[in-house]
Each structure stands twice: as structure tokens, then as C-alpha cells.
């Protein structure tokens, strides 16, 4: 299994939901107690509070709960009509039997453990599947999956069931089963074509998959793809791997790269000063590169800019994309792209991670870099480009 999968399973469920137009005069005659009991029992939807993607409103699984609960006997006709539920609709029941009914909750939660399938949450704009273990946890915490009866759901337009028929935990077994054939093709193809399977002499592979070409279906970078994790079987200071995608026709991985060129650069990378002194101060775990097809990188818009900008000499087909985990407990990322041949280093914001950096663009600019709000860093003055040399030092240009 890959370290950093292609995560196309829960890619699935990213945004799902559309805008719904204002209406604050519309009304529902139909939000009674019994109708919501059978929305529960026919919810399909994914568990989750406030809805899911960007534009969410509360789903029909959470309105019908919300009527329940702050209905009376409500712990009664939750327990009543728990059995006939599905996966999400038990797990919006257990959750309000927490706050009801405590003796009724610890009653079901080994039968609702000892059912196959995990639970399909969402938050925010993210989409994933969670043991019912781990989801029963979280509910009796005071956790985004927890059930808070002082808290409304959220409808932008009116109060009402929009009993859609979307049958999300269908879809996520589809998805699974096609993940299936893409790895077995994946695999497949690592086997039966020479120049892919010629990496296995330097690297382990992980993660192939094989994407596109199949209907409507194509891959990220090319309509037809062959992708996976090449780690490197040479004992280098960190782990050292490249995260690859080759386009297929037919039958044949159209290889663009050649095994030793790649290890050329993880070798290099590996050795640089900048990363050793970077594992000094917070830990370096893994050097990655990406590769699509014959470029060292995934997508050239951001060198062109660059090129524009620097003037190295280099095409910006040649520079080369960098990823290093970082971080001895909190894993974090840092990531820069490289000119290749050039003592020059473009980081994006995630430079900041080092206290080092941090400190030299503190002396060239009398500020300092604050994290915003989500974790990420933000730069007092984004017109400067911090870049580096294979010593560290830090420049704005």
C-alpha cells in the first residue's frame, strides 16, 4: 500500500452538493415527526453536520434527526425505528440516543459495530469513509461528527426534505470495485511492459494504478494513465521516492524517463546541504519528485512563471518539482521547484516551517511570516519569490 495514495476513493465525495436558491418565504407542511422517521429510515446520504461540499446545506438525514430529537419521546422513537435504518440513518440515531437516552445508546452500539461497512462522513468539503468504532468515539466528544441538539441545521432555502434518491454508500462500493480493476491493471502493466518494469532494478513500487481510457473516464494529466510510487531500493540519508505518471496507448506505458535519471536527481536531493541542515532542525522523513510522462514535474504553468521572472536559461519543462515531509512528531510538507543544472531553489510559503527561514526573511524585511488561519503560512510582502541557494540562504526576488 502506497505512503501517499491517489486518494480517488474520497476524491468522489469532494463538493458534492450545489447551491439551493433563497427562499425565506418557502414553507413545508410535510416536516412532521413521522415523515422524518421515514426520511431516517431511508436516508442513503453521508453522516454529517452542515452538510457536504462548498456551497452544503444540512442533508435530509440531519433535518429528519433535528425534528426527532426535539420531538417528544423522541429516544423512544429513535430506538423504535433504529432497526429499520441504514448505515447513515443508525448512525444519526445513535448519535441523538447519546444525549436521550444513554442505557438506549450503549444497547446498540455493539450490534451497530458487528454490521460490515464502514460509515460515509463529511466535513466541510471533504468526503471519507470512518470505522464505526472510531465514529462512536467521536460522537461521545465534543467533535465535529457529534450531535449538538441546540444546533440547527443549516438550509440557505426553505425547511423542507429535498428527498433526494442519491445512494451514496452504492456509489462508494462502485468506486471501490473500479479502484480494484485499476490497481489490477496497474499491476498488470507494471509486468508486462519492459521499460516499466525495468524501474524494479533501482525501485519498489507502489500504489500502480492504471486510470482513463475507459468511457467518460480519463486521468489527471493524460486521457489514458499509468501511475505509481517508485521508491528507491538505494539506502539514501532519507527515504527517497517519485511520485509518476506515464500515459498509456493500448496496451504500452509510453515511459518517459529513465530509471537512472530519476535516481540521479533522488541522490542529489538527498545530498543536498540545505536538506541536511533542515533535518538538523525539524526532520526530513521522505524526498519525493513528481514525474508526468518526460517532465520532472506534474504541471509546467508555475516554471513558466518562474522562467519569466528568474531568466535561468532553463526551459520550464526542465525544472524540476520537490516535496519534503518534515517534522519529527506533526508531518508537514515543504516544497520548491528547481531549475535543473541552476544553484537555485523557489520555494512557495511552506519555506516558513524552518525557524531558520523564518529568522533570514526577518533580517531582509523587519517582518515576520504568521500562520493563517487553516495551518498554512502567509507572507507579509507576496510580491517578493523566496528562493534559495543549496546552502540556505534565503532570498527575495
Known amino acids: ?12 465525495f469532494l463538493c458534492l452538493n450545489g447551491w439551493i436558491p433563497f427562499n425565506t418565504h418557502a414553507t413545508d407542511t410535510t416536516l412532521s415527526v413521522s415523515n422524518a422517521c421515514e426520511v431516517l429510515k431511508n436516508f442513503r446520504g453521508e453522516y454529517s453536520y452542515g452538510g457536504l461540499g462548498e456551497f452544503a446545506e444540512s442533508n435530509d438525514g440531519e433535518l429528519a434527526l433535528w425534528i426527532i430529537f426535539h420531538s417528544s419521546k423522541a429516544a423512544e422513537t429513535l430506538s423504535n425505528i433504529y432497526p429499520q435504518c441504514r448505515e447513515s440513518g443508525k448512525a444519526y440515531a445513535l448519535a441523538a440516543l447519546y ?18 461497512g464502514s460509515i460515509i462522513i463529511g466535513v466541510g468539503c471533504i468526503g471519507y469513509s470512518l470505522s464505526r468504532e472510531e465514529l462512536l468515539a467521536d460522537m461521545q466528544k465534543r467533535t465535529t461528527l457529534a ?12 425547511m423542507a426534505f429535498f428527498n433526494k434518491s442519491r445512494d451514496i454508500y ?3 462500493r462502485r468506486r471501490e470495485e473500479e479502484d480494484k480493476e485499476e490497481k489490477e491493471l496497474g499491476n498488470a502493466l507494471l509486468q ?6 525495468a524501474f524494479t532494478n533501482l525501485f519498489n513500487v507502489e500504489g500502480a494504478m492504471a486510470i482513463g481510457g475507459f468511457g467518460d473516464i480519463k486521468g489527471a494529466h493524460f486521457d489514458s494513465e499509468w501511475s505509481g510510487n517508485f521508491v528507491s531500493r538505494e539506502k539514501l540519508r532519507f527515504e527517497a521516492m ?13 515511459v518517459g524517463v529513465a530509471p537512472e ?39 509546467s504553468a508555475d516554471p513558466e512563471t518562474f522562467e519569466k521572472r528568474l531568466h535561468t536559461g532553463v526551459p520550464p519543462n526542465e525544472w524540476i518539482y520537490c516535496v519534503l515531509d518534515v517534522g519529527r512528531k506533526e508531518q508537514r510538507m515543504i516544497s520548491f521547484y528547481h531549475p535543473k543544472g541552476v544553484d537555485l531553489y523557489v520555494m512557495d510559503y511552506s519555506v516558513f516551517e524552518s525557524a531558520n527561514w523564518r529568522e533570514q526573511y526577518r533580517r531582509i524585511t523587519g517582518k515576520r511570516p504568521k500562520k493563517n488561519t487553516i495551518g ?17 540562504t534565503l532570498r527575495l526576488l
Open 1 to 12: 500500500m502506497s505512503r501517499y495514495p491517489l486518494l480517488r476513493v474520497l476524491g468522489l
Open 99 to 116: 444525549h436521550l437516552d444513554r442505557k438506549a445508546f450503549a444497547s446498540l452500539t455493539n450490534a451497530f459495530c458487528s454490521e460490515p
Open 376 to 392: 498554512g503560512w502567509e507572507c507579509p510582502d507576496p510580491k517578493y519569490l523566496p528562493v534559495i541557494d543549496k546552502e540556505g
Open 170 to 172: 452504492a456509489e462508494f
Open 261 to 299: 535519471q530519476i535516481m540521479t536527481e533522488l541522490r542529489s536531493l538527498a545530498n543536498l546541504p540545505f536538506i541536511k541542515l533542515l533535518d538538523a532542525e525539524i526532520g526530513v522523513q521522505c524526498v519525493r519528485i513528481s514525474v508526468a510522462g518526460k517532465r520532472l514535474q506534474w504541471d
Open 242 to 254: 517519485a511520485c509518476t505518471v506515464f500515459p498509456i496507448n493500448g496496451d504500452v506505458v509510453n
Open 147 to 158: 450531535f449538538d441538539p441546540s444546533r440547527k441545521p443549516d438550509r440557505r432555502s426553505q
Open 192 to 197: 508486462s511492459n519492459p521499460g516499466l518494469s
